[in-house]
């Protein structure tokens, strides 16, 4: 494969020099970063959207996930063992500049969600002068597998982990005279750090790809120790959900361990692919 460029012809491709490639290359993430600019813009200008309903919502004891999970326990005769209403603290701002800068950070955040399919986009533009035909379908492939893991990953962080954690995490106390009385910043950098991290972990496929590719990692591997993956998953679930019921725990652990299966099903795609290709 040759070197990167922004070229539309490949011919030029592997003419192009090494600062040449690096100019292509800033125009890229010039124009990704103008778009998550434009989009934290957009953003910025709906603060009772951004945060009275989507930051925030997690608090509110009527949010999407809380009700189901609520109406779920009252359907399998559970009682409200499933119904998060009671949140024990509240949140304050100490800095002048503090909710100005809550803002801007928050509308970042966003743009960069936004922005993610078409930075991908972009990225598929710089590689594919340099691509053959049959490579320039797999990297478009590529792109809308990414996306749609990433996003994938960002509603399960937002709508699973994060209000379960935020409960959690909210209503824990080490003794009774302590209050909760957190900073408006702790709060926001829980729920933007949860979220862009699942993000990060529903692109688990698309690492053991390169991984499995490159023989870094194999199947056979990932089957070796999938126990051991199993115990990882099942804690992570039990950390982040605030009760001792299994159905809770299961809405946490089951989508991480169908990514782990789905994983090793594309690590032993590319090593069919590579053998085939011997």
Known sequence: MGLFSNSKDKKKVGEMSFLGHLDALRWHLMRSAIVIVILAGVAFCFPEILFGKIILGPKDPNFFTYQVLCDISHKWGMGDTLCFSDFHFTFQNIEVTGQFTLAMWGSV?????????????????????ALKEKESKAATGFIIYATMLFLAGILFGYYVVT???????????????IQNNFSIDSYISVVTTLVLLMGLVFELPILVYFLARFGIITAAFMSKYRKYAIIIILIVAAVITPTTDIFTQMLVAVPLYVLFEASIIV????????????
């Not at 922005?115 to 986009?121: E, Q």
């Not at 379960?164 to 009774?176: C, E, H, T």
């Open 267 to 278: 690590a032993k795609r590319v090593e069919k692919n590579r053998a085939a290709n011997a």
């Open 109 to 129: 955040v966003a743009g960069l969600v936004l922005a993610f399919p078409y930075i991908l986009w972009e990225l598929w533009r710089f590689i594919k002068p």
């Open 163 to 177: 209000p379960m954690a935020i409960y959690f995490l909210g209503n824990y106390q080490v003794d009774p005279s």
